[in-house]
């Protein structure tokens, strides 16, 4: 998952130094006013996320499957949690059960 979010990072930055570039050089509009640093982050935003999203395709199908292992073995662990406070409830209802006899 930090290898996608790094690799996702890299692409923006390299979007948002090219972005930069062509505002300063003329070539691309600039913003309006003292917008114009807000106005090159969202240009680089709006131009990495479908780069990201076709360049990254490998590597977000790989970061999903770990995401899926990690939920499923928590998901085990609580049923695993559950079962042994089921088992303590049960031996406590058991030895409860034997005391009333008892008396």
Do not use: H
Request: glycine share 8%; charged share 25%; net charge positive.
């Amino acid at each position: 998952m930090l290898r996608y979010t790094l690799m996702r990072l890299g692409i923006f930055v390299g979007c948002l130094v090219v972005v930069w570039g062509l505002v300063y050089s003329g070539l691309a509009p600039r913003g309006l006013g003292d917008s114009n640093g807000m106005w090159i982050v969202l240009l680089a935003l709006v131009l990495s996320a479908p780069i990201s999203f076709v360049v990254l395709r490998k590597e977000r199908d790989r970061a999903s499957a770990g995401i899926v292992r990690r939920v499923d073995r928590m998901k085990a662990n609580l049923e695993a949690n559950r079962s042994q406070e089921d088992d303590a409830v049960d031996e406590a209802a058991r030895a409860q059960g034997r005391a009333s006899q008892a008396s």
